[in-house]
């Protein structure tokens, strides 16, 4: 359990490649995505990963989601489609059964790659994105968008979360440059490293990771690692949405037996929501002013001073 649940968050912390490929029983060509005929707009979309669900919903595309994954849990209305397999395991006969004319999916996961390949011989169109930068967030967008023939719905939103994210870098930015460290997992311990997208989140909000380069992007460290790093501040990622306050009075028993920690010294130890702050989709400014209130809980005096 606690594997899968390592595995879902690297792999919603997700962009860096994509193609639209439109296959028919003879033949398969693959186009950019600025080749996609936007008057040719799907009527029967399904989504096989959350964040990818997420964007969905928010280019105003809900009537036309027929199916998503069952792990697909937000916004609320996404209850609501038809499942057709997790993130982890789609079903290629539910898709299938589905009808669609539209199936997007996250080529971080080896899974979707088979059913991907599995849609092509059938001759389904696919619009397969993996995310794993901020950076590329808005490529995404913009190509779903184009993809689903809403390009003017996209660039708004991409605008939108620009925006915020201006904000909030400017609202916690600050010249003392707070060590973070962010735990996946406590048992082995296993932290976020510098190659990943919760790396871009901390710099952003003005903190520094407090574990230097490393080989893997989730490294497993050990004590004298740990005390070497002189962490300033905690984040843990919950697993799973409910009882984050049980957790995070576990997450103080843990840590307590480093005292000597600046974090754990001065209580600067927080347990987050990971579905808002790890995945990468319109909730990122969400999930950015999460990890900066971790940083820095008094934002109106960080904003001050950066104003002055």
Same mark, same amino acid.
């Given at each position: 359990m606690?594997?899968?649940?390592?595995?879902?968050?690297?792999?919603?912390?997700?962009?860096?490649?994509?193609?639209?490929?439109?296959?028919?029983h003879?033949?398969?060509?693959?186009?950019?995505?600025?080749?996609v005929?936007?008057?040719?707009?799907?009527?029967?979309?399904?989504s096989?990963?959350p964040?990818?669900?997420?964007i969905?919903?928010?280019?105003?595309?809900?009537e036309?989601i027929i199916?998503?994954?069952?792990d697909?849990?937000?916004?609320?209305?996404?209850?609501?489609k038809?499942?057709?397999?997790?993130f982890?395991?789609p079903?290629?006969?539910?898709i299938?059964a589905?009808?669609p004319?539209?199936?997007i999916?996250?080529?971080?996961?080896?899974?979707?790659?088979?059913?991907?390949e599995?849609?092509?011989?059938l001759?389904y169109?696919?619009?397969?994105?993996?995310?794993?930068?901020?950076?590329e967030l808005?490529?995404?967008?913009?190509?779903?968008?184009?993809?689903?023939?809403?390009?003017?719905?996209?660039?708004?939103?991409?605008?939108?979360?620009?925006?915020q994210?201006?904000?909030? /870098?400017? /609202?916690y930015?600050?010249?003392? /440059?707070?060590k973070?460290?962010?735990v996946v997992?406590?048992?082995?311990?296993r932290?976020?490293?510098?190659?990943?997208?919760?790396?871009?989140?901390?710099?952003?909000?003005?903190?520094?990771?407090?574990?230097g380069?490393?080989?893997?992007?989730?490294?497993q460290?050990?004590t004298?690692?740990?005390?070497?790093c002189?962490?300033?501040?905690?984040i843990?990622?919950?697993m799973g949405?409910?009882?984050?306050?049980?957790?995070?009075?576990?997450?103080?028993?843990?840590?307590?037996?480093?005292a000597?920690?600046?974090?754990v010294?001065?209580? /600067?130890?927080?347990?987050?929501?990971?579905?808002?702050?790890?995945r990468?989709?319109?909730?990122?400014?969400?999930?950015?002013?999460?990890?900066?209130?971790?940083?820095y809980p008094d934002?109106?005096?960080?904003?001050?001073?950066?104003?002055?």
């Amino acid at each position: 359990m606690r594997k899968l649940w390592l595995l879902s968050i690297i792999a919603f912390a997700c962009l860096a490649t994509f193609t639209i490929v439109s296959y028919n029983h003879n033949q398969s060509k693959v186009y950019k995505s600025n080749s996609v005929n936007s008057s040719n707009k799907p009527e029967r979309i399904i989504s096989l990963a959350p964040n990818l669900t997420e964007i969905l919903f928010a280019l105003g595309l809900d009537e036309k989601i027929i199916a998503v994954s069952s792990d697909s849990d937000y916004p609320p209305n996404a209850a609501n489609k038809n499942k057709v397999g997790t993130f982890w395991l789609p079903d290629t006969e539910a898709i299938i059964a589905s009808k669609p004319d539209l199936v997007i999916i996250d080529l971080s996961a080896a899974q979707q790659k088979s059913v991907a390949e599995s849609l092509k011989r059938l001759g389904y169109r696919v619009l397969a994105l993996k995310m794993e930068k901020i950076e590329e967030l808005s490529a995404a967008i913009q190509k779903i968008g184009t993809a689903t023939g809403c390009k003017q719905r996209a660039d708004q939103l991409v605008e939108n979360i620009s925006g915020q994210l201006s904000y909030l /870098k400017s /609202k916690y930015s600050s010249t003392n /440059k707070l060590k973070v460290l962010w735990v996946v997992q406590t048992e082995p311990l296993r932290v976020a490293g510098r190659d990943t997208f919760i790396n871009e989140l901390i710099e952003l909000l003005g903190g520094e990771n407090a574990i230097g380069p490393t080989i893997q992007h989730y490294p497993q460290i050990g004590t004298e690692e740990l005390l070497a790093c002189n962490v300033e501040v905690i984040i843990q990622s919950a697993m799973g949405k409910t009882d984050i306050g049980r957790q995070q009075q576990q997450a103080e028993v843990f840590w307590s037996k480093w005292a000597s920690l600046p974090a754990v010294k001065n209580n /600067k130890i927080y347990v987050v929501n990971s579905d808002i702050v790890l995945r990468l989709g319109p909730r990122l400014p969400q999930g950015a002013e999460t990890v900066g209130r971790c940083l820095y809980p008094d934002a109106s005096i960080i904003s001050n001073e950066t104003a002055q």
